[in-house]
């Protein structure tokens, strides 16, 4: 079992940045061997892919909204994940979610077994 625990959220006006941290705990031996995801979901919107990292961190996909703005990163020592967002837009307004997986990478949101609670954030134009 994997418990996934998101912060940094926040308000920030247009333009600003924002980092996005995700801590793993519980069996995080696991955690070593899982890709990570982050997704958002806005308000009366589905929840939708951002970006996810390899175990090794060598590995990254992002979603075209947010590519080359945002950038997914990952400490093993530290078990935990971050979303570096820069040049946020009103449209990045959303509550986001950190998630887990097996080895492999994904986009789709079925495939990640654990999730964090969400963090807000909040883009004022």
């Known amino acids: 079992q994997v418990q996934l625990v998101e912060s940094g959220g926040g308000l920030v006006q247009a333009g600003g940045s924002l980092r996005l941290s995700c801590a793993a705990s519980g069996r995080t031996l696991s955690y070593y061997s899982r890709a990570m995801g982050w997704f958002r979901q806005a308000p009366g919107k589905e929840r939708e892919f951002v970006a996810t990292?390899?175990?090794?961190?060598?590995?990254?996909t992002y979603a075209e909204t947010v590519k080359g703005r945002f950038t997914i990163s990952r400490d093993n020592a530290k078990k935990t994940v971050y979303l570096q967002m820069n040049s946020l837009k009103p449209e990045d307004t959303a509550v986001y979610y950190c998630?887990?997986?097996?080895?492999?990478?994904?986009?789709?949101?079925?495939?990640?077994?654990?999730w964090g609670q969400g963090t807000q954030v909040t883009v004022s134009s």
């Open positions: 990292i390899s175990p090794n961190g060598g590995s990254t």
């Open positions: 998630a887990a997986k097996g080895l492999l990478t994904s986009v789709r949101s079925s495939e990640y077994d654990y």
